[in-house]
């Protein structure tokens, strides 16, 4: 079992940067796949960002790509999340989410493929 701790929100300006971080606990989270999924005021929870438990391969919602960049250390067992050039739109609570992964490559992009979430940060960017 993994459980998963996420910091780094706050109060931004558009424009700015962040980085989310999340802190994953017990022996055997880099045999998962993480993820960052979001969900704004009166909208669905949606997907950001995801990676392999390798590192080696990575995926990005295209609402966010070449804005936002995740990655992973596992010798740290930690996902961070860096959010570059924010805009209001931007604005949610954060999630991270692990997901028990069948090959060293494989990530995910559906919430209901994950296992594991944490308690969520919040992330919000003025105009």
């Known amino acids: 079992q993994v459980q998963l701790g996420e910091s780094g929100g706050g109060l931004v300006q558009a424009g700015g940067s962040l980085r989310l971080s999340c802190a994953a606990s017990?022996?055997?989270?880099?045999?998962?796949?993480m993820g960052w999924l979001r969900q704004a005021p009166g909208k669905e929870r949606e997907f950001v960002a995801a990676?392999?438990?390798?590192?080696?391969?990575?995926y990005h919602a295209d609402s966010v790509k070449g804005r936002f960049t995740i990655s992973r250390d596992n010798a740290k067992n930690t996902v961070y999340l860096q959010m570059n050039s924010l805009k209001p739109e931007d604005t949610a609570v954060y999630y991270c989410?692990?997901?028990?992964?069948?090959?060293?490559?494989?990530?995910?992009?559906?919430?209901?493929?994950?296992?594991?979430w944490g308690q969520g940060t919040q992330v919000t960017v003025s105009s």
């Open positions: 990676i392999s438990w390798s590192g080696g391969s990575t």
């Open positions: 017990g022996p055997t989270f880099r045999r998962y796949a």
């Open positions: 989410a692990a997901a028990s992964a069948h090959t060293s490559s494989s990530y995910y992009t559906g919430a209901k493929e994950y296992d594991y």
